[in-house]
């Protein structure tokens, strides 16, 4: 903790010392090519703190699961055995019968203690445990899950109702018709799209029992599912996937089109900023990739002052006009007439996780090369609800689309 709060006081300094730089090396509003040299390099150092301290952070939290106790006291009487109490996926017995599946250690009792877990394609739902493991797993490697409204679903498919148009109330004349308004209501479909990772382990690795199969599936599932999640979230086009937040055609509104291909200027910012409505700025955040963050940093209002302010705090996101800053290397870069910008409600972007996790293991397939292949499969899907309740930054293109 201490080595973080040293490390942002650093960043924070780095960042008051490179405005001070600005300010007194701008002539007629540019710098000179030496100029521009050293900013960049005080620059890099902001930079290079802030990767500093997500470092640390992730340091710190495997510091903590590293120390915390691997047994616990005994409080239960000697002579009276522990009963597994939970039922299913969720109980002691499919844990531990599943992962000597997954080692090939199988038996007519492990499979018959698997039986209840057999999804539709051969494989073995995953035990309660690791499921939940798992997916939040996914979610400490995502932007979006943490900021979109997560549902677990049991069917394929789930209707969501959602409000089109809202009903007005009317001034009326004594004696006079009474009009009709009333509410438009529409629907919005969460499906459940496939998505698969497959992993190769030698078999001397699976002989090992030093090597810790499920932690090392936890991690590497996670991370392969998360990047193939967040790229879907942000710009998935709703085919065969979810539809991203930067779909042209169910995705966020444009709200701002750049005068520039290349360039984002503050009076653009704050018309993204304005462009959305008061009700949905209450908890809207900013997203974007860290090359755009990187090129507005230096960007001022009309009273001089830096519209991005860097986190002074452990956990709390930077500010950009007073809202929280988002990036994911998922958001698109800055390119002739791409959206490059959101700013929002995330929680209208819903996302519907359908139940259950499958695992196979694959014996044949790689035996040539002395393998197994375990493919985990799981089915989600994610929709904005309101495109209005996100609004986008388009740079200027050949061809831009309206507000």
Same mark, same amino acid.
């Given at each position: 903790?201490?080595?973080? /709060? ?9 960042? @008051? ?10 002539? /007629? ?11 960049? +390099? ?57 992962? +000597? ?78 009009? @009709? ?182 014996? @044949?397939?790689?035996? /040539? ?35």
């Amino acid at each position: 903790m201490n080595k973080i /709060n040293e490390l942002r006081t650093q960043r924070a300094k780095a960042w @008051e010392d490179a405005k001070a730089f600005l300010d007194s090396h701008r002539k /007629n509003g540019i710098l000179c090519a030496e100029d521009t040299a050293t900013y960049e +390099k005080m620059e890099k150092v902001i930079v290079d703190l802030g990767h500093e301290i997500e470092r640390q952070q992730r340091m710190d939290a495997l510091e903590r699961e590293m120390n915390a106790p691997v047994s616990a006291p005994i409080t239960a009487k000697p002579d009276v055995p522990k009963t597994d109490t939970k039922k299913g996926r969720a109980s002691d017995a499919y844990k531990s019968f599943f992962w +000597k599946q997954m080692r090939n250690q199988s038996s007519v009792e492990v499979r018959n203690a698997l039986s209840e877990g057999i999804d539709t394609e051969g494989g073995y739902l995953v035990p309660d445990t690791f499921e939940r493991n798992l997916v939040q797993a996914v979610n400490d490697e995502m932007v979006i899950r943490r900021l979109a409204h997560v549902i677990t679903t049991a069917s394929g498919s789930h209707k969501i109702p959602v409000v089109a148009t809202h009903g007005t109330a009317n001034w009326v004349e004594e004696g006079g018709e009474i009009p @009709e308004t009333t509410e438009t209501f529409g629907q919005k479909f969460l499906g459940a799209h496939k998505l698969t990772a497959l992993i190769k382990v030698s078999e001397e690795l699976l002989n090992d029992s030093a090597f810790d199969l499920e932690d090392y599936f936890r991690q590497e599932f996670a991370r392969r599912i998360s990047t193939a999640e967040e790229l879907a979230f942000i710009t998935g086009d709703g085919n065969g996937k979810p539809t991203g937040l930067f779909s042209a055609t169910e995705g966020g509104q444009v709200g701002v089109t750049a005068a520039s291909a290349t360039a984002i200027t503050a009076d653009e910012l704050m018309n993204l900023y304005y462009s959305l409505r008061s009700p949905y700025r209450k908890k809207a955040v900013w997203l974007m990739n860290d090359a755009t963050v990187n090129s507005i940093r230096q960007l001022k209002d009309k009273n001089g002052q830096y519209l991005w302010q860097p986190s002074l705090k452990e956990g709390a996101p930077d500010m950009l006009l007073g809202r929280p800053v988002y990036t994911s290397i998922a958001v698109p870069t800055i390119a002739d007439g791409g959206s490059v910008m959101a700013f929002g409600d995330l929680s209208y972007y819903w996302i519907g996780d359908r139940e259950g996790i499958s695992f196979r293991r694959l014996n @044949e397939l790689y035996a /040539n090369k002395g393998q197994v292949g375990f493919l985990a499969t799981k089915r989600v899907d994610a929709k904005l609800m309101l495109p209005e309740a996100i609004k986008l930054l388009q740079m200027k293109g050949t061809t831009t689309s309206g507000t």
